[in-house]
């Protein structure tokens, strides 16, 4: 006994000190939970929405807003990794919520975080699955000719095709052992940083022609126009929702901290390492996209070759096209940002299915006996994988009737995912010092002021994601997202008040007493 305890692994040992006993295979080491984390977070993840920002306020805007937002997410993920070392489990967020509010506010607390981080991380399938559907898209219109060569441009029903059996097929790869999800990750690190290199370096190199470093770093327009939008502050903070976006996602080293080795130690060290990869790999990327440039108004054209639909495709196809006579250039650089989306998609599964997981083990869903099962044999909640596929499936239903469903989708999940970070943030902001014990990993007297901010910038990111986008407001480009949260948001705190306030108590220890942890 006395020789197990002494090579028990930190990070469960820690696990079992907060009430919860070792069930999923811990095997994960740093590089594979590294790899796992920043596929979440993706290089190429704000390409969808790379044309928007671009038009809202021009090239300077985008670029030196990109820096802007990375200097507050380091707050955000600081704050985000000493939490992490002191608790880590998979149920991250909501778990560390419940401790941190204390006795009183921590199953509020708890149940709030629990929700908003489930709905993020689920609706974050859908947005995945939306921009690889789309990169598919471009991918096959290039390959056949472009939209003035016949290509073949895929219908809305087509589209929708694409995006659920994107779905579905991480859904599959989910099922099987973690191991072989690990191997995959492993792969995506290399395919995003390696890929995100050449695109970088090479594209602008291809561009027969470019822009000036001037126009690139200090050229600002807006278009209302175009965007309907004329309040120049309006329009900034509008570009600046790409960086805002792109730059969240690393609390996926949280989930899988039951399953990694010294997770106490190594979640921090994948938080933190994924921030500042993707910060500096994703800001060249949009560096060199806008480099490339030829002509800003023909990229928005529904006449041109990608039909106007997609911004960096379009600069991607005047690059190689403009040296070479033809787009096979293109469609090797768009399948690698198409690679780029799928392997941040199977990692979105795999986090969103830890934490419904987490919160079923915690009776704070519907039906959680099912959703917290485990499979015996390959050691993963295939149950909770399944629920969060056929929910992002849903989501892309309207595909069909609204031109909305990207922007609303981003919104959802970003209000969900990084709201969800506000809850533990804030509870330990103003909890007492002497309450909180810290990991491997602790801030000492920079930890208050440091959580201050990153709430704050919490609150910031959240309420701009709910402003609409184009103006004048109509069905086909209305944001629902602010009624869609609001909606949920409304369900889920009047179950609290009616019902859950009085059996929810929280994460529930599943360790006996007979085990020797009370």
């Known amino acids: 006994?006395?020789?197990?305890?002494?090579?028990?692994?930190?990070?469960?040992?820690?696990?079992?000190?907060?009430?919860?006993?070792?069930?999923?295979?811990?095997?994960?080491?740093?590089?594979?939970?590294?790899?796992?984390?920043?596929?979440?977070?993706?290089?190429?993840?704000?390409?969808?929405?790379?044309?928007?920002?671009?038009?809202?306020?021009?090239?300077?805007?985008?670029?030196?807003?990109?820096?802007?937002?990375?200097?507050?997410?380091?707050?955000?993920?600081?704050?985000?990794?000493?939490?992490?070392?002191?608790?880590?489990?998979?149920?991250?967020?909501?778990?560390?919520?419940?401790?941190?509010?204390?006795?009183?506010?921590?199953?509020?607390?708890?149940?709030?975080?629990?929700?908003?981080?489930?709905?993020?991380?689920?609706?974050?399938?859908?947005?995945?699955?939306?921009?690889?559907?789309?990169?598919?898209?471009?991918?096959?219109?290039?390959?056949?000719?472009?939209?003035?060569?016949?290509?073949?441009?895929?219908?809305?029903?087509?589209?929708?095709?694409?995006?659920?059996?994107?779905?579905?097929?991480?859904?599959?790869?989910?099922?099987?052992?973690?191991?072989?999800?690990?191997?995959?990750?492993?792969?995506?690190?290399?395919?995003?940083?390696?890929?995100?290199v050449v695109v970088i370096i090479m594209l602008p190199l291809v561009a027969t022609s470019t822009?000036?470093?001037?126009?690139?770093?200090?050229?600002?327009?807006?278009?209302?126009?175009?965007?309907?939008?004329?309040?120049?502050?309006?329009?900034?903070?509008?570009?600046?929702?790409?960086?805002?976006?792109?730059?969240?996602?690393?609390?996926?080293?949280?989930?899988?901290?039951?399953?990694?080795?010294?997770?106490?130690?190594?979640?921090?060290?994948?938080?933190?390492?994924?921030?500042?990869?993707?910060?500096?790999?994703?800001?060249?990327?949009?560096?060199?996209?806008?480099?490339?440039?030829?002509?800003?108004?023909?990229?928005?054209?529904?006449?041109?070759?990608?039909?106007?639909?997609?911004?960096?495709?379009?600069?991607?196809?005047d690059a190689f096209h403009g040296r070479y006579q033809n787009s096979t250039g293109a469609v090797v650089f768009l399948c690698i940002i198409w690679g780029s989306f799928f392997f941040c998609g199977l990692s979105v599964v795999t986090s969103a299915a830890r934490v419904v997981y987490a919160i079923s083990r915690d009776k704070c869903i519907p039906f959680s006996p099912i959703w917290r099962k485990v499979n015996p044999r390959n050691k993963v909640p295939t149950n909770a994988v399944w629920l969060c596929a056929t929910i992002g499936m849903l989501l892309g239903l309207p595909i069909l009737k609204l031109e909305a469903v990207f922007t609303a989708i981003v919104s959802i999940s970003t209000i969900g995912w990084v709201g969800g970070y506000a809850v533990p943030i804030f509870a330990r902001l103003v909890m007492a010092e002497e309450n909180f014990k810290p990991g491997p990993f602790y801030l000492g007297r920079a930890s208050r002021p440091v959580c201050l901010v990153a709430f704050l910038w919490i609150c910031y990111t959240c309420s701009v994601f709910l402003l609409p986008v184009t103006y004048p407001l109509r069905w086909k480009n209305f944001n629902y997202a602010p009624v869609a949260v609001g909606v949920a948001l409304a369900l889920v705190m009047f179950w609290w008040a009616v019902d859950a306030r009085k059996w929810f108590k929280g994460p529930v220890r599943n360790i006996d007493e007979q085990n020797g942890n009370k």
């Open 1 to 196: 006994m006395d020789q197990q305890v002494l090579e028990m692994d930190s990070g469960e040992k820690r696990l079992n000190e907060l009430g919860y006993k070792q069930e999923l295979r811990r095997e994960m080491t740093l590089f594979k939970t590294l790899a796992i984390t920043f596929s979440c977070m993706s290089v190429f993840t704000g390409t969808p929405l790379y044309g928007q920002s671009l038009g809202y306020a021009g090239p300077a805007t985008l670029i030196w807003g990109w820096v802007v937002v990375t200097f507050f997410t380091w707050f955000v993920g600081i704050a985000m990794a000493e939490i992490c070392s002191s608790f880590p489990t998979t149920g991250s967020l909501y778990f560390w919520a419940a401790h941190l509010a204390g006795p009183r506010w921590g199953p509020f607390a708890s149940w709030c975080c629990a929700w908003l981080e489930a709905i993020g991380l689920i609706s974050a399938i859908g947005a995945q699955a939306f921009s690889g559907s789309q990169t598919l898209q471009m991918i096959i219109l290039i390959a056949t000719g472009n939209n003035k060569g016949g290509g073949y441009f895929a219908s809305k029903g087509v589209f929708l095709c694409m995006y659920l059996g994107l779905i579905i097929i991480w859904a599959i790869l989910n099922t099987f052992a973690l191991r072989v999800i690990a191997i995959l990750n492993i792969i995506s690190i290399w395919w995003q940083v390696l890929g995100g």
């Open 211 to 317: 822009q000036t470093a001037s126009y690139v770093f200090t050229h600002f327009e807006t278009s209302p126009e175009s965007t309907g939008i004329s309040s120049i502050p309006y329009a900034v903070i509008l570009s600046v929702l790409l960086s805002n976006y792109c730059l969240y996602g690393y609390d996926a080293a949280a989930h899988l901290t039951e399953e990694t080795k010294g997770a106490d130690r190594t979640g921090p060290i994948a938080i933190l390492s994924s921030i500042g990869i993707v910060s500096v790999v994703s800001w060249a990327y949009y560096v060199a996209l806008t480099f490339s440039i030829r002509d800003l108004d023909y990229l928005y054209s529904p006449n041109n070759e990608t039909a106007g639909v997609s911004v960096p495709a379009q600069i991607i196809y």
